[in-house]
DNA sequence: TTGGATGCAAATGCTTTGCAATCTG
DNA sequence: CAGATTGCAAAGCATTTGCATCCAA
């Protein structure tokens, strides 16, 4: 296990006993494999993953088990132009970052660009909006796809 | 009917002809409540405008209706954080905007940030991305909703 | 007349949920 | 042991599709 999936699993961890849930086998399967991850998992890739290590995990126990990431703020929600949602692991908050996706390959690669976060505020402000959160993704063709 | 709301009618109902499909009673009755909207529909919204006008007109054609209008590059699909595609009519080609959301009272506003876009074409160069199209929208509390 | 269009209901694909059986604290 | 959790299958939603009927060209 990575040093940066080690912390973020006993922040879920902690988090669990401090709300009298239970921490069992399937949870801690699905948080390891999700955190070491690091890439933007769908829930079919996330699963599959842990059905390596335990065959008997199902699908509705891997929902389960993201809303509750999601909820502690441990993992991010994104829908990218496709069916299924991907979900993220989310280390320290405050960094916020965007995504480029190559419409190929589908490969995703994070950003962060202060000044268009900056540019944001500005226009929210024109308009008389307060922001609490974005979304910003620029799809296109990646490097090794515009060659090809 | 609006002016606009002619021409892209026209456009749409010369496409029809164009590629040997036929102008029905359906295609015209969504087609116009659709471009005299203007808004931001949700698919059940406009079918209840066109049902006002037939009530007879079936969700199944609105769908259909709405992919020939997408295919055309007369009509755009906005998802934005909810569970339903909401669809808005497109004028010109070029004149990209965006959107600021209020999470509160659902308001879109739309806008243009020439900076913005410039930034984003810089950003996709440092990755050595071809940028095709983006997205980008601002969550937050429209200046009404900011006052209660 | 005839191939495209429609309405209906059934089918999809992703996600959620009810419930009985099974675990954890 | 009580209450939380799981697996399974069924239910939910938004959207799509098969098919018999209908209609525009």
């Known amino acids: 296990m990575q040093e940066k999936t080690r912390r973020s699993f006993e922040v879920f961890k902690r988090n669990m006993s401090a709300r009298g849930l239970k921490w069992t086998r399937q949870r801690e399967i699905i948080a390891e494999v999700f955190f070491d991850a690091g890439d933007h998992l769908k829930v079919d890739e996330l699963l599959a993953r842990a059905r390596r290590l335990d065959p008997r995990i199902s699908q509705a126990t891997v929902y389960r088990t993201i809303k509750l990431l999601k909820s502690w703020g441990l993992a991010e929600e994104r829908r990218f132009d496709e069916g299924q949602a991907r979900y993220e692991p989310l280390q320290e908050k405050g960094l916020h970052h965007d995504h480029l996706i190559c419409t190929k390959c589908n490969r995703i690669v994070e950003f962060v ?15 008389g909006f307060e922001v609490t959160h974005h979304k910003l993704e620029l799809y296109g063709l990646c490097a090794d796809c515009r060659r090809r």
Chains 1, 2 share one sequence.
Do not use: C, S, T
């Open 113 to 127: 660009k202060q000044r268009i976060e900056k540019l944001q505020h500005e226009v929210a402000r024109e308009h």
